[in-house]
């Protein structure tokens, strides 16, 4: 499968009442994806089965975002972030993560595990797009990526220490 990696400006949407379901293993190749998912990823299942989840991941959405969910559930806690995400086709939408880590019998992690909702609209358009283009926008003055990104969680923090939030007050005080 080909996956245009261009951009066609196209938004998509599903339903308010549907919800997006995909299971990972712990290096966030897919293992379980239910029909919501391909459909809006534009997606047939044998090719999301094992592909990594990084496949949907929209260049305008800012690295450290995906770093601070990986730093939370890897560390056994879940977390809520609104993530702009591209279909293969070069299509985007929006959604409303909540992404958990799954537990073995010994409590272990044994993969993780990611619900998306509608997004509501208005914090995406008056917050969510200002404070993500002022991250890329660090991420993309550095020439390392990893530095750019690394920048960027500081900015994040910054913001965040400043405003006396920690980032869930923040999710949900949009």
């Given at each position: 499968m080909t996956v245009d990696r261009s951009l066609t400006g196209r938004e998509r949407f599903f339903e308010s009442s549907d919800v997006i379901v995909t299971k990972t293993d712990l290096k966030g190749r897919i293992t379980y994806a239910n029909r919501t998912f391909l459909n809006i990823a534009n997606l047939d299942v044998r090719h999301a089965l094992n592909a990594?989840?990084?496949?949907?991941?929209?260049?305008?959405?800012?690295?450290?975002?995906?770093?601070?969910?990986?730093?939370?559930?890897q560390a056994g806690k879940e977390i809520f972030a609104y993530v702009l995400n591209r279909a293969v086709n070069g299509d985007h939408y929006w959604v409303f993560a909540h992404v958990t880590p799954s537990f073995g019998e010994q409590g272990e992690i044994i993969g993780y595990h990611s619900n998306r909702r509608v997004p509501r609209r208005e914090p995406i358009d008056t917050v969510i797009k200002p404070i993500y283009a002022e991250l890329l926008a660090v991420e993309n003055s550095h020439?390392?990526?990893?530095?750019?990104?690394?920048?960027?969680?500081?900015?994040?923090?910054?913001?965040?220490?400043?405003?006396?939030?920690?980032?869930?007050?923040f999710i949900f005080s949009i």
């Amino acid at each position: 499968m080909t996956v245009d990696r261009s951009l066609t400006g196209r938004e998509r949407f599903f339903e308010s009442s549907d919800v997006i379901v995909t299971k990972t293993d712990l290096k966030g190749r897919i293992t379980y994806a239910n029909r919501t998912f391909l459909n809006i990823a534009n997606l047939d299942v044998r090719h999301a089965l094992n592909a990594p989840h990084s496949l949907i991941r929209h260049p305008d959405m800012p690295r450290c975002v995906f770093w601070l969910l990986w730093e939370t559930i890897q560390a056994g806690k879940e977390i809520f972030a609104y993530v702009l995400n591209r279909a293969v086709n070069g299509d985007h939408y929006w959604v409303f993560a909540h992404v958990t880590p799954s537990f073995g019998e010994q409590g272990e992690i044994i993969g993780y595990h990611s619900n998306r909702r509608v997004p509501r609209r208005e914090p995406i358009d008056t917050v969510i797009k200002p404070i993500y283009a002022e991250l890329l926008a660090v991420e993309n003055s550095h020439a390392n990526r990893k530095d750019g990104m690394h920048a960027a969680v500081v900015a994040l923090t910054e913001k965040l220490k400043s405003a006396k939030v920690s980032y869930d007050e923040f999710i949900f005080s949009i």
